[in-house]
């Protein structure tokens, strides 16, 4: 089975620190990768993990413990522009996403 | 670099016709290329991964006949939607991987919107 879960929807305050969890159960793993999505357009790629630790890209760090079938999205000094759904994904020989974090960035 | 495109982004079609759908590699040579539907408030569901020259391998629960996939080229992909119906419409994106992409990322299109009326 596709066995990935992430939160349906989280709320943050502009310029906090907000964390995305991504929780997944595969029999292969060739990585996991994160997507930005706002309504009505495709995802945009964020990040990739295939090692264990955290992966750091500006504002946005995501971290990967494969032993626990574990991601996590961090997004730090929040802008109301990073309201949208974010997506992790796992990689077998194609990709599995989850049902995406819809995240509402407020004032 | 690494462009997706797809065309057309948007399309209105009266039930029982067919849509085609194109997907192009605008920059580089795509060694496969997939189709996802997105439902509203859903997540991509990936229907079929399509290499070039070889025929589509289509996801348990996908019709293959109603959802014909064509990889004519290393840059080039279409997806035809035969006899659609009302429950057709969604939101179709393909995505593409590199032949040099060390990392295997999919580059996405911008997708298309189908109705069926």
């Known amino acids: 089975g596709q066995n990935i879960d992430q939160p349906t929807e989280m709320t943050a305050t502009e310029g906090a620190i907000v964390q995305i969890n991504c929780t997944y159960q595969t029999s292969g793993f060739n990585g996991l990768f994160w997507y930005q999505q706002h309504a009505g357009e495709a995802p945009t790629f964020l990040s990739y993990n295939v090692l264990d630790g955290l992966e750091e890209k500006g504002r946005f760090s995501s971290f990967l413990s494969r032993s626990k079938g574990y991601s996590y999205l961090l997004l730090k000094e929040l802008q109301m522009k990073d309201s949208a759904s974010y997506l992790c994904?796992?990689?077998?020989?194609?990709?599995?996403f989850g049902t995406g974090t819809l995240l509402a960035v407020q004032p | 670099g690494a462009v997706v495109s797809q065309h057309p982004s948007w399309v209105i079609c009266k039930s029982g016709t067919s849509v085609k759908i194109e997907c192009r590699s605008l920059?580089?040579?795509?060694?496969?290329m997939f189709w996802y539907r997105q439902f509203p408030k859903q997540s991509l569901m990936l229907m079929a991964t399509s290499n070039e020259g070889s025929k589509a391998t289509y996801e348990q629960g996908v019709e293959k006949d109603k959802f014909l996939i064509n990889h004519a080229s290393l840059t080039l992909s279409t997806l035809t939607v035969t006899s659609a119906h009302p429950e057709d419409s969604s939101f179709y994106i393909c995505?593409?991987?590199?032949?040099?992409?060390?990392?295997?990322?999919?580059?996405f299109g911008p997708g298309t919107r189908l109705t069926v009326t």
């Open positions: 995505s593409a991987t590199s032949r040099t992409s060390g990392t295997y990322e999919q580059y």
């Open positions: 994904a796992y990689r077998t020989n194609k990709l599995i």
């Open positions: 920059d580089f040579q795509a060694t496969t």
